[in-house]
């Protein structure tokens, strides 16, 4: 079994920035991707970036160059750093770890822009 802790979301002016974390523990095998997505009120879970274990990568196109998703393999942990945040950004951001056909997901954690 794998587990997923997310951390990091919170409130955030627009044009800020935030970090999340996203540690992985459990049976983890080689090779696997890491990813964020993000879930808005009343609409379907979509992807944000994933990262394999090389570390290429993958963004949506709305968030391309504002945010930059990474991994440290050593700590099975992924990262997304989330610079300019827009108000269209609010959402439950959720933590997936694939291995082979295998899909595990984090608990989640909102993220909100307001002013």
């Known amino acids: 079994q794998v587990q997923l802790v997310e951390s990091g979301g919170g409130l955030v002016q627009p044009g800020g920035s935030l970090r999340l974390s996203c540690a992985a523990s459990g049976s983890i095998f080689n090779p696997y991707v890491m990813g964020w997505y993000l879930q808005a009120p009343g609409k379907q879970r979509e992807l944000v970036a994933v990262?394999?274990?090389?570390?290429?990568?993958n963004y949506a196109d709305s968030v391309k160059g504002r945010f930059t998703i990474s991994r440290d393999n050593a700590k099975n942990t992924v990262y997304l750093q989330m610079n300019s945040l827009k108000p269209e950004d609010t959402a439950v951001y959720y933590c997936n770890l694939r291995i082979g056909l295998a899909s595990y997901w984090g608990q989640g954690t909102q993220v909100t822009v307001s002013s």
């Open positions: 990262i394999n274990r090389g570390g290429s990568t």
